[in-house]
Structure formats: structure tokens, C-alpha cells
């Protein structure tokens, strides 16, 4: 029986779930947590990006044998005690989404990075979000919101 | 008939209704007086707790004996919530903010307790539901100011009468209506229930509100939903979950039109989890449903598995062998012949070009390019009870009643359709092929089955962009002014007879080359590859061509660029003049406007260092009056850094500025992610494009600052989803001339050897 930590609560996945099963799949139809997107099945969009062990992966790519015992966060755990990440709360000011799809996996994304690199210089934020597609292009709003989040000021940002 | 004409002819009656919407677009706002035949009909209470605004429509609805509430928009709870009803398919284009602001707005209601939420499908309330060309604002416009404005008026008229004071003595604000000689307030909670009881208002009597007296609109606002984004709470298509629900898989023939000759059904009914699997024959019909296999199974990922190891016999005989290698040579050979009759001919071209100053002739082309929604394509089907209950992340609602009820052969009024939120849109979605294929499923599926296409079943089975070829000659006469334009473009058919969709002349391109001398012709060559309209249809790939050539005539002509547009906007071509009719046609000022304030805006004539340029484009497009400057540099190995997009629109007031500044933005960068470098070839009539990791969408990292300016006017409202798209190629293009003095000719530009 294969148990994971997701978002702080032990969840424990079926026997018959076949253990290559991406953890993407696993979150989102055996878990109920639809968060995490499905994008390109290849590593290749970012929409599917969660935390294993406060590191960003590409959930669609990643046997979900492969983070039994590993504490695994997704969007809807990233808010702490009810009150929203400095990310998500800057999303929200900034106006960031258009369709919205891509960017539960671009905040988680940019998350990582944070804990990382409190103070991402644009250069930074670029390394680290350019695998992280959005289709509608909002991506001066997301290099915006990452830096208010950061506490540097959202506007007139400087490319790097 | 045979085999391959009954193909054809089943693919070219695929899209009417893609067509009718088209055309649609063309002629909004609709004409004033339409909606002057639909009155109010009644106020009603609905299970005791408030207030509902409706309209009758008129025509079939009602003489079918429909329901007596009908177009309800607006609810107001006695807690003092107003809620509103967004009809319309939410796809990124913020039209569910958008719409809750409008009707707020004549309303007076409190926006801070506004809660927006999606209506249901249903056409006999709501009419038509669907998003496409740029059309959700002018279609809405009128219909839902009345709709807030006869809300306000029944409020105060409720309060008026409690108070016993004439209603004219009363105002509304924030929510609260107020009779300033009483000093007397009320919320519109407390007065919901008698409203509801007095009569409607006559759509006569409503005084809507000027554009000075907005309180909401044209300020900034965050999206209604942006919260459950951010949080990710299920929205989306592919979020559904219905209980006891299955989960399939469907595989086509990569070539359209290959039909099932067999499949290893033994060995994939035995893989793990897999439930069962079938070949469905379709009806033969991209938009529809073609023929393929089906496998049903416990889970995603167990459908997808199970796929990975179908092995699926086509017969081929009918199936499209279009060919892009093929389709380029045969174009260019094509091009060097003129057309004997062109369908348009004004003045004389022979003429001008024989007493020309300068003539100018180049080849233009570009590819196909895939809508890739970053959501792919999913349903969810459930048929149950005689029903067919449908969970689907479409742009077109109410078509997509009339298509399942058609296939299931139930009537429409036991399809129901449940629209979620869409993960991106456009214009792939205007095509329901996905929820027919899950009603097709579903009919054989005793439990609700969700749908699943992998992203490599959305790049091999879209309604592609269609790729285009034009032969271009003009000439500038002695002034240096545009004397004549002839052009020859070579595009596709796939019934003989009609361009394919999304690949004939766009409507607005007389007004942006306006010459006295004109010239057009088609040719067409033969295409089974569904195509379709794709964001800005038409004009997304034509004012590439256009603006970038009116720049070589300007180059030609010796003449400021700025300046050769501003003559060719304000030429008066008798043949070509706009007739007067419904507001959103071209209009010679407003063009003039956006084209000034854009070059003014971008510096242009600033002197720049060598290896940068600046380079500027405009177009009118599906309403919308819009000029975008390009400002970058190029290194000797043709790497291009964008410096800064200028955007300038006029589509009349702003609703959301926050909302259009996110549309203009990512317009203009859709339209430079796919200059550079997006490109759907075939061969053997497969697409050659599987995944994001070749086709390869712009990233965080090559994305310019957008600066985006709005000329406001009292021009009925259009659409923004659209127009930023167009004329950011051509900028881009005429930067590089003014950088490098090489011209750009072709799309993606990457297959010149740039990058990005």
C-alpha cells in the first residue's frame, strides 16, 4: 500500500493504482486535488509543477512510487493557516490570470524559487520560470507579481 | 459518390455555423432598435428570496409556449448580494468580470458585494451562449445595461412608493437607493421583495447612463475568479469529477479521414484498468465525430497507457495526403501567373503601373499554426434517463445542443450542457468535435465517462490556421502616394468551389491598403486538413502581409512610414467607401488616432543606435482600430532582443482597464510567439508537430515589456480578444527592416534563421 504526504495530511492511494502512475494522475483523479493541470504529458509545460520536498517537479512525469514517504505540496496546500502566500495574494493584485489554467503551476514554480532566492533579480526569475509556459501570455503580469511578492515593488520592473 | 467526394463534401459543410458567427462579427454592434423589440417582461421572485430581472425574447422562444421568465441576468438577495448571471463561455478573455461590471454599472450596485456566476446553457433564456470574434462585448452591450438599468429602475420605484415620494426625487448608489429631502435610505435588499412586485419598466423608459456618469466602468478590477485560481479550486473542464464517472480515450487516424480497419482489442481489454474498448465509425465529420477507437478505463492515466499500446489498422483510401512541401512548390508556380478575372477590379492597375514612379513586387507567405488551448481537449458525457448531460469547455454552447441533440436523436431540450471555465480558447473551441466525441462514448457507457485527449491528440487533430501564399505588386505614383495594389492569394479549398475557413481575403483589408487602383484574385489549392479560425481569423496572417508591404511601398516611395499610412487611411477611393451603418466598421479618424498616438508613444524619428529599429503596424480588425509598435535590436547571428511592444487601441470605453491591458498584452505577445516561431507542417497527411517541445510557444524569458494605451471614445464597445494580434507581426517585421535593412517575407520567421 502506497502512502503519501500531500499538503501535511497522510493520504493513502488505492492497491490497484498502478505505481508508474505520473503523481499528476494520482492527485487528480484518485486524490480529488485538480490543482496541479495537465498540459503536455512531457515535462515540457509546467502547468503540472508541484513540491516534492520543497522542490519544484514536473508532476506529470514522475512515478508517484517514486515520493512515497517524501512530503509533497500542491497549489491547494500553499496557503498557510488559512492565509494566502505572499505569491498567490500578488497574483490575485496584479490581475495575473487570463484563462487562469497555467498558473497553479507557475506559482508553484515561482514558490520554489522564492525559497531558493528570496530576492530574484529578473534574471533570475526568467532562469527559473522559462519552463513554465503560459499560452495566453501574461507574462509581464507574472514577472510583476513575483517581484511585489518578493518585496521589491511590482511595477516598471526592469528586465535583467 | 465516391469515397473521396463524399469526404469532401462532408468536410466543407463541417463549419457553417463557424461561418455564420463570422459573418456575425462583421456586422456588430448589432443595428440601434434590435433590442427596442425586446421588453421587459416581468419581475418575479424566485423561491422567496429576491428580486430577478428578465426579458422576453422575441419570435419561436415564445410562441413555442417557452417559459414565462425568460434572460434572467440579475438576482438580489435580501442580505443585499447581488448576484449576476454570466451567460457567455468564460476562456481567458475576462468576459465574466467584464459582463458583471457592465450591469453593475447601470445598476449602481455595490461592486463589493457583486458575486458573478456562470448561467446554465439554455438558449431559450439566454439565447445564443458562446464566445468567438471578439463579439461577447458588442453582442452584450445593450442587452445587459437594460438589464441593470431596469433592475435600478424597479428598486427605486419599490422605495418610492414605501416612502410615498416621487420616484424622480430618488437616487441609487452603492447599492442603497436614497431621497435626499427625507434623508431616507434603503438597500437594494430590503427593497428586493417589493420590487419584485410592482410591473417591469418599459425598455422605452430606461435612461442609460453616459459615459462621463460611470462609476465602475473603465477602472481597474481583478477577475471574479481570480481567487480559485490561485487556489486551485476545480473551474475547468478537465476538473470535473462526477461520481461513479469513467475516463476514455480516444484515437484517431493521423491522416484525417483514415477509417478503422481493426485494432489489437484483445490484448488492450486486458491491460490494467482498462474497462472496455470499440471502434466508433463517426459521422464522418471533423467537427463531429470521425472514426477512431474508444477505451474506456478506470482512470486517466490507465486510458492513456492503454492507448500508448493500441495498434489501430487505418484504411488510408480516403484519408488526406496534404503535403506542405508539396503545397509550397505548387504555390509558387501558381504565382506567376495573374488570375484572367480577378474578383475585384477598381480603377485601372495596367495604367498605374504602366505610369508608376516606383512598382514594388514580393512573395509573402506563412504556415499553419495549431490553437494549442494550453487545457486539451476533455467532456465529460453522461447518458442517463433519456438524457445527454454534458460537462464541456466550449466556446460554443448553444451549437453544441443542436450537433449532440442531432446525433443522439433526442430533442434539444434533453441535451444538457453544463460550460465550465476554459483553459484558453482561441477559436479552437468554437468547434465541439470533443464533446460529440464523448456523447458518442458516453451513448455506450453505462456511467458518466470523462473524455480525455492526450496533447498529442490536440496538436494531430486541430482546426488549424490554414498556411497562405500571396503574390504581391505595387505602385506609388509621383507624389509618392499609393497609386495601386494587385494581389494574388494562392490559399486552399477543400470542395472545389470555397476557400477553407479562416483561409479567404479578410473583410477589412480594403481600408488598410485603400488605393485607387485594385486588384485581388484567388487561387486554390486542394486541402483535407481541417482548418478554422484561429485569433483574429484571417487578419492574423493577412496583416502580416499587408502592413508589412505598405512598408516597402512607403521604403519605395521614399516617404516617412507613419506618414504614407496616415494618407492611405484618409484617401477617399469611392469604390471603397464605408457605407454608414452599424458602429463597428472602419472609421478613417479613429484609425488615424491609434496610428499617431502609437508612433508618438514609441518615439518614432527618435535616432537609434545601429543594429535597432523601430517598426510600426495597424489594423482594423473585428471592430477594433489598433497600432502596434515594435522597438528591437538584431546581433549578427539574427538573434532578436524586443526592447519594448507599444500597443494602441480604440474599441470605445474600456470596461475592465485591468482586463483589456491583460488582452492587449497578451495579443501582442501571442502575435510575436507566433511570428517567430510556430509553424504546423504536414506530410502524407500527418501533422509533423506532437508536443510543446516542437512547437516551440514563447516563453517568460523572451517576453518584451507591452506598454498598452487606450484612446477612449463614445463608440459602442468591441471586443479585445482579438484585434492586439493582428498588425504585431508586421511591427516586427518592419523593425527588422529598420535594423538590418532585410526584409521578412515569411512566417514564423525562424525558418529565415532568426531567433528569438
Same mark, same amino acid.
Given at each position: 500500500?502506497?502512502?503519501?504526504?500531500?499538503?501535511?495530511?497522510?493520504?493513502?492511494?488505492?492497491?490497484?493504482?498502478?505505481?508508474?502512475?505520473?503523481?499528476?494522475?494520482?492527485?487528480?483523479?484518485?486524490?480529488?486535488?485538480?490543482?496541479?493541470?495537465?498540459?503536455?504529458?512531457?515535462?515540457?509545460?509546467?502547468?503540472?509543477?508541484?513540491?516534492?520536498?520543497? #522542490?519544484?517537479?514536473?508532476?506529470?512525469?514522475?512515478?508517484?512510487?517514486?515520493?512515497?514517504?517524501?512530503?509533497?505540496?500542491?497549489?491547494?496546500?500553499?496557503?498557510?493557516?488559512?492565509?494566502?502566500?505572499?505569491?498567490?495574494?500578488?497574483?490575485?493584485?496584479?490581475?495575473?490570470?487570463?484563462?487562469?489554467?497555467?498558473?497553479?503551476?507557475?506559482?508553484?514554480?515561482?514558490?520554489? $524559487?522564492?525559497?531558493?532566492?528570496?530576492?530574484?533579480?529578473?534574471?533570475?526569475?526568467?532562469?527559473? @520560470?522559462?519552463?513554465?509556459?503560459?499560452?495566453?501570455?501574461?507574462?509581464?503580469?507574472?514577472?510583476?507579481?513575483?517581484?511585489?511578492?518578493?518585496?521589491?515593488?511590482?511595477?516598471?520592473?526592469?528586465?535583467? | 459518390?465516391?469515397?473521396?467526394?463524399?469526404?469532401?463534401?462532408?468536410?466543407?459543410?463541417?463549419?457553417?455555423?463557424?461561418?455564420?458567427?463570422?459573418?456575425?462579427?462583421?456586422?456588430?454592434?448589432?443595428?440601434?432598435?434590435?433590442?427596442?423589440?425586446?421588453?421587459?417582461?416581468?419581475?418575479?421572485?424566485?423561491?422567496?428570496?429576491?428580486?430577478?430581472?428578465?426579458?422576453?425574447?422575441? !419570435?419561436?422562444?415564445?410562441?413555442?409556449? *417557452?417559459?414565462?421568465?425568460?434572460?434572467?441576468?440579475?438576482?438580489?438577495?435580501?442580505?443585499?448580494?447581488?448576484?449576476?448571471?454570466?451567460?457567455?463561455?468564460?476562456?481567458?478573455?475576462?468576459?465574466?468580470?467584464? =459582463?458583471?461590471?457592465?450591469? *453593475?454599472?447601470?445598476?449602481?450596485?455595490?461592486?463589493?458585494?457583486?458575486?458573478?456566476?456562470?448561467?446554465?446553457?439554455?438558449?431559450?433564456?439566454?439565447?445564443?451562449?458562446?464566445?468567438?470574434?471578439?463579439?461577447?462585448?458588442?453582442?452584450?452591450?445593450?442587452?445587459?445595461?437594460?438589464?441593470?438599468?431596469?433592475?435600478?429602475?424597479?428598486?427605486?420605484?419599490?422605495?418610492?412608493?414605501? /416612502?410615498?415620494?416621487?420616484?424622480?426625487?430618488?437616487?441609487?448608489?452603492?447599492?442603497?437607493?436614497?431621497?435626499?429631502?427625507?434623508?431616507?435610505?434603503?438597500?437594494?435588499?430590503?427593497?428586493?421583495?417589493?420590487?419584485?412586485?410592482?410591473?417591469?419598466?418599459?425598455?422605452?423608459?430606461?435612461?442609460?447612463?453616459?459615459?462621463?456618469?460611470?462609476?465602475?466602468?473603465?477602472?481597474?478590477?481583478?477577475?471574479?475568479?481570480?481567487?480559485?485560481?490561485?487556489? !486551485?479550486?476545480?473551474?475547468?473542464?478537465?476538473?470535473?469529477?462526477?461520481?461513479?464517472?469513467?475516463?476514455?480515450?480516444?484515437?484517431?487516424?493521423?491522416?484525417?479521414?483514415?477509417?478503422?480497419?481493426?485494432?489489437?482489442?484483445?490484448?488492450?481489454?486486458?491491460?490494467?484498468?482498462?474497462?472496455?474498448? =470499440?471502434?466508433?465509425?463517426?459521422?464522418?465529420?471533423?467537427?463531429?465525430? @470521425?472514426?477512431?477507437?474508444?477505451?474506456?478505463?478506470?482512470?486517466? /492515466?490507465?486510458?492513456?497507457?492503454?492507448?500508448?499500446?493500441?495498434?489501430?489498422?487505418?484504411?488510408?483510401?480516403?484519408?488526406? #495526403?496534404?503535403?506542405?512541401?508539396?503545397?509550397?512548390?505548387?504555390?509558387?508556380?501558381?504565382?506567376?501567373? =495573374?488570375?484572367?478575372?480577378?474578383?475585384?477590379?477598381?480603377?485601372?492597375?495596367?495604367?498605374?503601373?504602366?505610369?508608376?514612379?516606383?512598382?514594388?513586387?514580393?512573395?509573402?507567405?506563412?504556415?499553419?499554426?495549431?490553437?494549442?488551448?494550453?487545457?486539451?481537449?476533455?467532456?465529460?458525457?453522461?447518458?442517463?434517463?433519456?438524457?445527454?448531460?454534458?460537462?464541456?469547455?466550449?466556446?460554443?454552447?448553444?451549437?453544441?445542443?443542436?450537433?449532440?441533440?442531432?446525433?443522439?436523436?433526442?430533442?434539444?431540450?434533453?441535451?444538457?450542457?453544463?460550460?465550465?471555465?476554459?483553459?484558453?480558447?482561441?477559436? %479552437?473551441?468554437?468547434?465541439?468535435?470533443? @464533446?460529440?466525441?464523448?456523447?458518442?462514448?458516453?451513448?455506450?457507457?453505462?456511467?458518466?465517462?470523462?473524455?480525455?485527449?492526450?496533447?498529442?491528440?490536440?496538436?494531430?487533430?486541430? =482546426?488549424?490556421?490554414?498556411?497562405?501564399?500571396?503574390?504581391?505588386?505595387?505602385?506609388?505614383?509621383?507624389?509618392?502616394?499609393?497609386?495601386? /495594389?494587385?494581389?494574388?492569394?494562392?490559399?486552399?479549398?477543400?470542395?472545389?468551389?470555397?476557400?477553407?475557413?479562416?483561409?479567404?481575403?479578410?473583410?477589412?483589408?480594403?481600408?488598410?491598403?485603400?488605393?485607387?487602383?485594385?486588384?485581388?484574385?484567388?487561387? @486554390?489549392?486542394?486541402?483535407?486538413?481541417?482548418?478554422?479560425?484561429?485569433?483574429?481569423?484571417?487578419?492574423?496572417?493577412?496583416?502580416?502581409?499587408?502592413?508589412?508591404?505598405?512598408?516597402?511601398?512607403?521604403?519605395?516611395?521614399?516617404?516617412?512610414?507613419?506618414?504614407?499610412?496616415?494618407?492611405?487611411?484618409?484617401?477617399?477611393?469611392?469604390?471603397?467607401?464605408? #457605407?454608414?451603418?452599424?458602429?463597428?466598421?472602419?472609421?478613417?479618424?479613429?484609425?488615424?488616432?491609434?496610428?499617431?498616438?502609437?508612433?508618438?508613444?514609441?518615439?518614432?524619428?527618435?535616432?537609434?543606435?545601429?543594429?535597432?529599429?523601430?517598426?510600426?503596424? /495597424?489594423?482594423?480588425?473585428?471592430?477594433?482600430?489598433?497600432?502596434?509598435?515594435?522597438?528591437?535590436?538584431?546581433?549578427?547571428?539574427?538573434?532578436?532582443?524586443?526592447?519594448?511592444?507599444?500597443?494602441?487601441?480604440?474599441?470605445?470605453?474600456?470596461?475592465?482597464?485591468?482586463?483589456?491591458?491583460?488582452? *492587449?498584452?497578451?495579443?501582442?505577445?501571442?502575435?510575436?510567439?507566433?511570428?517567430?516561431?510556430?509553424?504546423?507542417?504536414?506530410?502524407?497527411?500527418?501533422?509533423?508537430?506532437?508536443?510543446?517541445?516542437?512547437?516551440?510557444? $514563447?516563453?517568460? %524569458?523572451?517576453?518584451?515589456?507591452?506598454?498598452?494605451?487606450?484612446?477612449?471614445?463614445?463608440?459602442?464597445?468591441?471586443?479585445?480578444?482579438?484585434?492586439?494580434?493582428?498588425?504585431?507581426?508586421?511591427?516586427?517585421?518592419?523593425?527588422?527592416?529598420?535594423?538590418?535593412?532585410?526584409?521578412?517575407?515569411?512566417?514564423?520567421?525562424?525558418?529565415?534563421?532568426?531567433?528569438?
Amino acid at each position: 500500500m502506497l502512502r503519501l504526504l500531500v499538503n501535511g495530511t497522510e493520504r493513502v492511494v488505492a492497491d490497484d493504482v498502478d505505481p508508474e502512475t505520473p503523481l499528476l494522475w494520482v492527485l487528480r483523479d484518485h486524490l480529488g486535488l485538480v490543482g496541479a493541470k495537465y498540459g503536455c504529458g512531457i515535462g515540457a509545460c509546467g502547468a503540472c509543477t508541484v513540491h516534492v520536498d520543497g #522542490k519544484a517537479v514536473r508532476s506529470c512525469t514522475l512515478p508517484v512510487s517514486q515520493v512515497a514517504s517524501k512530503k509533497v505540496t500542491t497549489i491547494e496546500g500553499l496557503a498557510e493557516n488559512g492565509k494566502l502566500h505572499p505569491l498567490q495574494q500578488a497574483w490575485i493584485d496584479a490581475d495575473v490570470p487570463q484563462c487562469g489554467y497555467c498558473q497553479a503551476g507557475q506559482i508553484m514554480n515561482a514558490a520554489a $524559487l522564492l525559497n531558493e532566492k528570496p530576492k530574484p533579480t529578473e534574471a533570475d526569475i526568467h532562469m527559473a @520560470m522559462t519552463g513554465n509556459m503560459c499560452r495566453c501570455a501574461c507574462y509581464t503580469r507574472i514577472r510583476s507579481a513575483i517581484m511585489t511578492a518578493s518585496n521589491q515593488g511590482g511595477s516598471n520592473v526592469r528586465r535583467g | 459518390m465516391s469515397a473521396a467526394a463524399d469526404m469532401m463534401s462532408k468536410f466543407s459543410q463541417s463549419d457553417a455555423y463557424v461561418a455564420a458567427l463570422i459573418r456575425d462579427a462583421e456586422t456588430l454592434p448589432m443595428p440601434a432598435g434590435t433590442m427596442g423589440r425586446r421588453g421587459f417582461l416581468k419581475l418575479t421572485t424566485v423561491g422567496g428570496v429576491g428580486l430577478v430581472l428578465a426579458f422576453h425574447l422575441p !419570435g419561436k422562444a415564445m410562441a413555442a409556449g *417557452a417559459p414565462k421568465v425568460l434572460n434572467a441576468f440579475v438576482r438580489v438577495s435580501p442580505d443585499n448580494v447581488v448576484t449576476i448571471y454570466s451567460k457567455g463561455p468564460e476562456i481567458g478573455q475576462g468576459i465574466k468580470t467584464a =459582463f458583471g461590471l457592465i450591469i *453593475a454599472e447601470e445598476m449602481d450596485a455595490d461592486w463589493k458585494t457583486v458575486v458573478v456566476e456562470q448561467a446554465r446553457v439554455n438558449p431559450k433564456v439566454y439565447g445564443y451562449q458562446g464566445a468567438g470574434g471578439s463579439t461577447s462585448i458588442p453582442r452584450g452591450w445593450d442587452q445587459l445595461r437594460q438589464a441593470g438599468a431596469g433592475a435600478k429602475a424597479m428598486l427605486i420605484a419599490a422605495a418610492a412608493k414605501q /416612502w410615498n415620494v416621487p420616484a424622480s426625487e430618488c437616487t441609487a448608489q452603492d447599492s442603497l437607493v436614497h431621497h435626499k429631502a427625507s434623508g431616507k435610505s434603503a438597500t437594494y435588499g430590503a427593497l428586493a421583495e417589493a420590487a419584485a412586485k410592482l410591473p417591469a419598466p418599459d425598455v422605452a423608459s430606461l435612461k442609460l447612463k453616459t459615459r462621463s456618469e460611470y462609476r465602475l466602468l473603465g477602472k481597474r478590477y481583478t477577475g471574479v475568479d481570480n481567487m480559485k485560481v490561485v487556489t !486551485g479550486q476545480p473551474l475547468f473542464g478537465i476538473d470535473v469529477q462526477v461520481p461513479g464517472m469513467v475516463y476514455a480515450s480516444y484515437t484517431k487516424c493521423p491522416a484525417v479521414g483514415g477509417k478503422v480497419a481493426g485494432f489489437n482489442a484483445d490484448e488492450i481489454k486486458k491491460m490494467p484498468g482498462v474497462i472496455d474498448a =470499440f471502434a466508433l465509425e463517426g459521422t464522418g465529420k471533423p467537427v463531429e465525430v @470521425m472514426p477512431g477507437v474508444a477505451i474506456i478505463a478506470n482512470s486517466t /492515466w490507465a486510458a492513456f497507457k492503454a492507448k500508448n499500446a493500441l495498434k489501430v489498422q487505418w484504411d488510408e483510401s480516403a484519408a488526406s #495526403k496534404d503535403s506542405t512541401t508539396a503545397h509550397e512548390a505548387k504555390a509558387k508556380e501558381i504565382a506567376a501567373s =495573374f488570375p484572367a478575372n480577378p474578383a475585384v477590379n477598381v480603377g485601372n492597375v495596367d495604367a498605374a503601373f504602366a505610369n508608376a514612379a516606383k512598382t514594388v513586387e514580393a512573395y509573402y507567405d506563412y504556415g499553419f499554426v495549431s490553437h494549442s488551448p494550453l487545457e486539451p481537449m476533455n467532456t465529460t458525457a453522461y447518458w442517463h434517463d433519456g438524457v445527454m448531460e454534458i460537462w464541456s469547455p466550449t466556446q460554443q454552447a448553444t451549437p453544441g445542443l443542436a450537433l449532440v441533440s442531432n446525433m443522439v436523436g433526442v430533442p434539444e431540450d434533453n441535451v444538457i450542457i453544463h460550460q465550465t471555465r476554459c483553459g484558453g480558447g482561441f477559436g %479552437r473551441r468554437l468547434m465541439n468535435d470533443y @464533446m460529440m466525441e464523448a456523447a458518442a462514448i458516453a451513448l455506450k457507457v453505462k456511467a458518466p465517462v470523462k473524455l480525455q485527449w492526450k496533447r498529442e491528440d490536440d496538436f494531430a487533430h486541430d =482546426f488549424y490556421r490554414p498556411g497562405g501564399f500571396h503574390q504581391l505588386k505595387g505602385a506609388v505614383d509621383k507624389d509618392g502616394r499609393l497609386d495601386a /495594389w494587385q494581389e494574388h492569394f494562392i490559399t486552399y479549398t477543400t470542395d472545389g468551389k470555397t476557400e477553407v475557413s479562416g483561409g479567404n481575403y479578410s473583410a477589412n483589408l480594403p481600408y488598410t491598403t485603400k488605393a485607387p487602383n485594385v486588384r485581388r484574385a484567388t487561387s @486554390m489549392m486542394p486541402l483535407l486538413t481541417p482548418t478554422g479560425p484561429w485569433r483574429g481569423p484571417r487578419d492574423n496572417a493577412q496583416v502580416f502581409v499587408n502592413q508589412s508591404f505598405m512598408h516597402e511601398l512607403a521604403v519605395a516611395a521614399n516617404r516617412d512610414h507613419v506618414e504614407f499610412l496616415l494618407d492611405v487611411v484618409a484617401r477617399d477611393v469611392p469604390d471603397l467607401r464605408v #457605407k454608414p451603418g452599424p458602429n463597428a466598421t472602419f472609421n478613417p479618424q479613429r484609425a488615424a488616432g491609434v496610428i499617431k498616438l502609437c508612433a508618438e508613444k514609441a518615439g518614432w524619428g527618435k535616432k537609434r543606435p545601429k543594429g535597432t529599429g523601430l517598426g510600426l503596424a /495597424w489594423a482594423f480588425s473585428y471592430g477594433g482600430h489598433v497600432a502596434e509598435a515594435v522597438e528591437l535590436s538584431v546581433d549578427d547571428k539574427k538573434k532578436i532582443t524586443v526592447h519594448k511592444i507599444v500597443v494602441v487601441s480604440d474599441v470605445g470605453p474600456v470596461i475592465n482597464l485591468s482586463g483589456a491591458e491583460n488582452q *492587449a498584452q497578451g495579443g501582442a505577445i501571442d502575435g510575436l510567439s507566433t511570428a517567430m516561431g510556430l509553424d504546423i507542417s504536414m506530410e502524407d497527411g500527418r501533422i509533423q508537430q506532437a508536443n510543446f517541445n516542437n512547437y516551440p510557444v $514563447l516563453r517568460i %524569458r523572451s517576453a518584451p515589456p507591452v506598454e498598452v494605451h487606450f484612446i477612449q471614445s463614445d463608440f459602442p464597445p468591441t471586443g479585445l480578444g482579438e484585434p492586439a494580434v493582428p498588425p504585431l507581426a508586421a511591427a516586427l517585421g518592419n523593425a527588422i527592416f529598420a535594423a538590418t535593412g532585410e526584409r521578412v517575407r515569411t512566417m514564423p520567421l525562424k525558418k529565415l534563421g532568426y531567433s528569438i
